[in-house]
């Protein structure tokens, strides 16, 4: 079966807005999650429309959202056969946090809390992206090894900066037990209610049961929006203090009373779990000042007299009266009686008596009024000239060059750091990042490549660990049959867990070890057996002893054939690793390829040992099979060679490694 492009390897299950399937990116070999949509059967043409609408917003609100706690989504698309929509996501190997709860799986404080900060740093990257979730739920967070969240499923997000609210009238979107009283009532929503969502989730993984329950969806809404959830120390008093802080937090009732941020509720449960009591952050409401007000400020005054005193005394004119001299009459001005006037009131008295004076009531003829002001406005137009000629212009950026240098720097970046991780060994970290540089160039053959090559790689360690999982489950039923002396018993086992796990020094090692004491247990029956055949020799008549000769004499008995010979020899620069040979099913060579040797002032340390040794057996024809593996150098070295061992010969098996290229040659005579 195929959607689209992709091909369907199973059913992962059933969401609220239609099937998962697990399917495979024929294009880069990659697995993805497929999310269909599935409308009622009895569904109209409008409620058909709107789901769809819905289904597609999932894809436009997760696909900005490119954070390590956040699903990824890769592709969204239509497959013409079934005219089913889809979307292409990440696929997340692990468990929802709604079944790990289920389960009654346990999960520490330590983890819990660490595991909703994670949630809460991916909604406030989600938050600022103008995203808010609307359904933060258990079993939309998935925990993968090691405890990492990730936050799935924005199928009912709302995207404030674009689309309209497809929530039609008197319906709400989202999980009744874990809603904000502000989705149950219907008022508008934003990133602090995905913040009390999560608080609920945080009290049902500490105490294993939700704050507001109830039989029905009316006795749930109205507790959640009037009631008290019950305090975390009355449920389990084991419960750390600091716990009770942040919840409340959360879950408070007014909007305004929560953390403002996802980021402040991530830092109070990173206190916590540090031992501190945290601290909840100011309200920016009341933190910033809006406006300085000066009502109460008094303004300056000054004492002037009234200019009706002036006019209305005649001791206070400044014209002398009859019989007296002009200064005479500044002594009486100097001692009017004068009272405090505010500034203002003294500018609106010398604007009246300005225009008092008779030029101000003079006339100004429209000819010269009308020359003066277009003397100005010419004087205005040659200033801005003159300024604008000086004025340096700014070039304007090339913002398609400017992003276009920045994609092949990234670009550039990240095939180095995949590279050097792959050259570390470390595969996972190393398909991550050609995961994120397919995303830049999906079109590139190189990073296609990569992608199946690291996915292979993948598969096989995956393999690999189940062989040495099964290979130690062997070496153990072998190390108990050599310490019941069941020596050929033990012999097969350590053979077929070496075989499994080449690299496994110590199945190697009792390998050689369980022959040698079965070699030694055959010598002592052998000797057993000739002690007897030389008493029986011993008890002989002459006459029997001349009846033999004549017996022998006319029988001639069988030659048994010569053994064949075979000498190893590998010269190599390792100090760590071992080599094995085996001709059929007989091991010739099972030898370390490096020594401990003291140097001068200084500890013993490993040194490349020469190996070069010589194994005689029964002639045969047979598969030779050599084994060389370094762990320092992630070398796991395997190599079949068929060859015909003639009675009496003597072979030479030469290994030669060639540093430059990595690679081994063999030659065997």
Not at 292 to 313: N, Q
Not at 445 to 454: H, I
């Amino acid at each position: 079966m195929k959607l689209g492009r992709y091909e369907i390897v199973r059913e992962l299950g059933k969401g609220a807005m239609g099937i998962v399937y697990l399917a495979k990116d024929p294009v880069i070999g990659r697995l993805v999650a497929l999310k269909t949509i599935r409308v009622g059967a009895h569904a109209d043409d409008d409620e058909t429309k709107e789901f769809q609408q819905r289904f597609v917003r999932e894809a436009q609100a997760a696909g900005i959202l490119n954070h390590p706690s956040i699903v990824t989504v890769h592709d969204i698309g239509q497959d013409d056969a079934s005219d089913m929509s889809f979307i292409a996501m990440e696929y997340v190997e692990g468990y929802n946090l709604k079944e790990v709860l289920s389960q009654g799986r346990a999960l520490s404080f330590d983890q819990i809390g660490d595991i909703v900060a994670q949630v809460a740093d991916a909604l406030d990257f989600a938050h600022a992206k103008g995203i808010v979730h609307r359904d933060v739920k258990p079993a939309n967070i998935i925990l993968l090894e090691g405890h990492r969240a990730k936050i799935t499923d924005f199928g009912i997000a709302k995207i404030a900066t674009g689309a309209a609210n497809l929530t039609t009238t008197g319906q709400f979107l989202g999980t009744p037990n874990y809603m904000a009283p502000e989705q149950i009532k219907g008022a508008p929503v934003d990133g602090r209610t995905d913040i009390f969502s999560l608080g609920i989730c945080l009290y049902e993984c500490l105490t294993r049961r939700k704050p507001f329950g109830g039989d029905s969806l009316t006795s749930i809404s109205y507790k959640i929006v009037h009631e008290p959830f019950p305090p975390l120390h009355e449920i389990n008093p084991q419960i750390p203090e600091a716990f009770e802080d942040v919840v409340a937090h959360c879950l408070a009732k007014d909007p305004a009373k929560r953390y403002q941020r996802g980021r402040d509720l991530a830092v109070a449960l990173r206190t916590a779990l540090r031992g501190e009591r945290p601290v909840r952050p100011s309200d920016p409401m009341l933190g910033e000042v809006t406006m300085v007000t000066h009502d109460r400020v008094p303004l300056p005054t000054v004492e002037v007299p009234f200019p009706e005193a002036l006019e209305a005394s005649p001791s206070l004119n400044t014209k002398p009266a009859a019989g007296t001299s002009g200064t005479a009459a500044v002594p009486a001005v100097a001692k009017a009686p004068s009272v405090k006037v505010p500034v203002a009131q003294v500018l609106r008295n010398t604007l009246t008596n300005v225009r008092a004076l008779p030029a101000w009531r003079r006339r100004v003829p429209p000819p010269i009024f009308l020359g003066i002001l277009a003397f100005l406005v010419l004087g205005l137009i040659g200033a801005v000239a003159a300024i604008s000629s000086k004025k340096v212009p700014v070039p304007v950026p090339d913002r398609t060059e400017q992003s276009r240098r920045a994609s092949v720097a990234r670009e550039r970046r990240l095939r180095a750091e995949g590279a050097a991780l792959l050259q570390q060994g470390r595969v996972t970290d190393a398909y991550a990042k050609y995961e994120e540089l397919s995303r830049i160039a999906p079109k590139s053959p190189f990073v296609n490549s990569m992608m199946e090559r690291l996915n292979a790689m993948r598969q096989r360690d995956e393999v690999s660990k189940q062989q040495i999982v099964r290979a130690k489950q062997i070496f153990d039923e072998g190390k108990a049959l050599f310490d019941a002396k069941q020596y050929p018993a033990a012999i097969e086992k350590f053979n077929e867990s070496f075989t499994m796990n080449p690299s496994s020094i110590e199945a190697g090692d009792y390998l050689k070890l369980a022959q040698q004491e079965q070699q030694k247990v055959d010598e002592a029956k052998a000797a057993a057996r000739a002690a007897r055949t030389a008493s029986r020799t011993a008890a002989a008549t002459t006459t029997t002893q001349a009846q033999t000769e004549t017996a022998a004499t006319a029988t001639t008995p069988a030659v048994p054939s010569a053994p064949t010979q075979l000498t190893t020899t590998f010269t190599h620069p390792f100090t760590d690793g071992r080599i094995m040979v085996r001709a059929g099913g007989e091991y010739v060579v099972n030898e370390p390829l490096s020594e401990m040797k003291k140097r001068t002032f200084r500890r013993a340390a490993p040194v490349p040992r020469v190996i070069a040794v010589t194994h005689s057996f029964p002639a045969k024809n047979a598969d030779v099979n050599i084994w060389i593996t370094v762990p320092a150098q992630n070398i796991q070295e395997h190599k079949v060679l068929q060859f015909r061992f003639l009675p009496g010969s003597t072979h030479r098996l030469v290994v030669h490694y060639d540093a430059a290229a990595k690679s081994f040659s063999y030659e065997l005579n």
